[in-house]
């Protein structure tokens, strides 16, 4: 009857037990401060991620333009650099290097003030646009008179051979 008595008086005890104790809200204080901590170092690492892309994209831009430039014929196929147009934080280099005869080596390069992470080296090849030609330069002569020439274009052609050994063919599609 003994042991009945001291477990009753356990259980009461634990029943009106009603809060928690003193340490156990220190525990939970400290582990919720820890988390606090942790999320708020994994947010600012997020931050200075998103901005060191947002910077190398813009640094790409900024060398995809100086090539399109140059493959446009905007501007000669010449080494040189400078600060960007649109925003002056950003500086860019070119370097060009003749491979064959029309042929370069055209090596953009752009950064954001100084920034190592932010900087972005393109490299490319360039057919020269002057020995390309351009859609507004002046037509042969040959082809000035009016007479043009001809051929045929298909996957087959059918069609019968005159007497001077010229084959004339039409295509249906």
């Known amino acids: 009857m003994i042991k009945i008595n001291r477990l009753s008086r356990m259980d009461r005890k634990r029943k009106n037990r ?3 104790t003193l340490l156990e809200v220190l525990i939970s204080l400290a582990i919720f401060f820890m988390s606090i901590v942790a999320i708020t170092s994994l947010v600012d690492m997020a931050r200075e991620r998103a901005e060191e892309a947002e910077q190398r994209s813009v640094s790409l ?3 995809e333009s100086k090539i399109a430039e140059m493959k446009a014929g905007v501007v000669g196929l010449s ?3 400078g600060i960007w147009d649109t925003d002056d934080r950003y500086t860019w280099s070119v370097d060009v290097q ?3 005869t029309s042929l370069f080596q055209v090596t953009a390069t752009a950064q ?3 920034a190592l992470r ?4 393109l490299v490319q090849y360039l057919v020269d646009p002057q020995a390309l030609g351009s859609t507004m330069d002046a037509i042969p002569e040959e082809l000035a008179d009016g007479s043009t020439s001809s051929g045929t274009t298909g996957s087959s052609s059918s069609g019968s051979t ?3 050994g010229s084959s004339s063919g039409s295509t249906t599609k």
């Open 162 to 164: 005159s007497s001077g």
């Open 79 to 81: 080494s040189s650099s």
């Open 98 to 100: 003749s491979v064959g």
């Open 112 to 114: 954001r003030d100084g």
């Open 61 to 63: 831009l900024v060398a």
């Open 18 to 20: 009603k809060g928690m």
């Open 118 to 121: 932010s900087k972005v080296n």
